[in-house]
């Protein structure tokens, strides 16, 4: 077995070997996944949502009984558990191969979840992760609890007046400076892996799909840049799903970036980097 994949943190169980796969379920919710038909060689009864991330959310049909008496994320009760299939990119996407060599990325994303969790990141709590053997490699996928009333920053952006998104603007630089203190490299930030939920005192959000990231005890400054370069890249090259304005992109930078800090020549790089990256 994979190191990685039995290195669990507390409160979640593993089954498995090498000929199936593995299947580790937070201790809590098991009974209620397995109720469901879920396991190592199963999604179990399930149907569809209208939520994407890296591919398409089902929903776990699950019972809705006493709630589970762990401690979950704000917003995740009642619980939905929502399962998200790995999807390839690229040409390996194209040509239909979604099968992955590496069995332990599900059980890295449950760790890092539990880790951000710990450091008072919102992230959605993950239930279960799973990896299940198919031939010569694993088919994998996780599941984690719906967060109620959120949606990404993307559809946020589009459902507010122009004040509310100005403070939706600063709401999402100030929670990526928080990633970036606490030293979270993001593989893949931009707007859809932004979860919001908006109030009346302000935005909560979230972060979502930890695949292949990492917690680093210091973020160095070129891969900061670089995630803010593919979070602007991401708006420019999307005006239909996030209109957002130059004026509002600065208000994001400056948030997004320590204070005191000389944002006026990280604005001039990032410009330059995001429209160069544009043009190829």
Not at 145 to 162: I, K, M, Q
């Amino acid at each position: 077995m994979s190191e990685r994949v039995g290195e669990l943190p507390s409160g979640y169980e593993l089954e498995g070997d090498p000929t199936r796969g593995w299947c580790a379920v937070r201790t809590d919710v098991a009974e209620r996944l397995r109720g469901a038909g879920f396991g190592l060689g199963s999604d179990g009864r399930v149907r569809d949502t209208d939520l994407s991330g890296r591919g398409q959310l089902v929903e776990l049909e699950i019972d809705q009984l006493a709630e589970p008496e762990a401690a979950l994320g704000a917003g995740e009760l009642p619980l939905v558990p929502l399962l998200r299939r790995h999807r390839r990119g690229g040409l390996a996407a194209r040509l239909g191969l979604d099968r992955f060599k590496d069995p332990a990325r599900p059980f890295d994303e449950l760790r890092l979840s539990e880790r951000l969790r710990a450091l008072g990141i919102a992230t959605p709590t993950v239930l279960a992760a799973r990896a299940t053997r198919r031939g010569h490699g694993f088919d994998l996928a996780l599941v984690t609890a719906r967060v109620h009333g959120a949606v990404d920053l993307a559809e946020a952006w589009n459902t507010v007046d122009d004040a509310a998104r100005h403070g939706l603007t600063r709401a999402a630089g100030h929670f990526v400076r928080t990633l970036f203190e606490v030293g979270l490299d993001h593989r893949d930030l931009h707007p859809k892996n932004l979860l919001v939920k908006t109030r009346d005192a302000g935005a909560q959000l979230w972060i979502v799909d930890l695949d292949r990231c990492a917690l680093r005890p210091h973020l160095p400054e070129p891969r900061r840049q670089a995630a803010l370069a593919r979070f602007l890249r991401w708006c420019l090259r999307r005006p239909a799903a996030m209109p957002i304005t130059r004026t509002d992109r600065l208000r994001f930078l400056v948030a997004a970036r320590p204070a005191g800090d000389d944002w006026r020549s990280t604005w001039r790089a990032l410009d330059r980097a995001t429209r160069r990256r544009m043009l190829l």
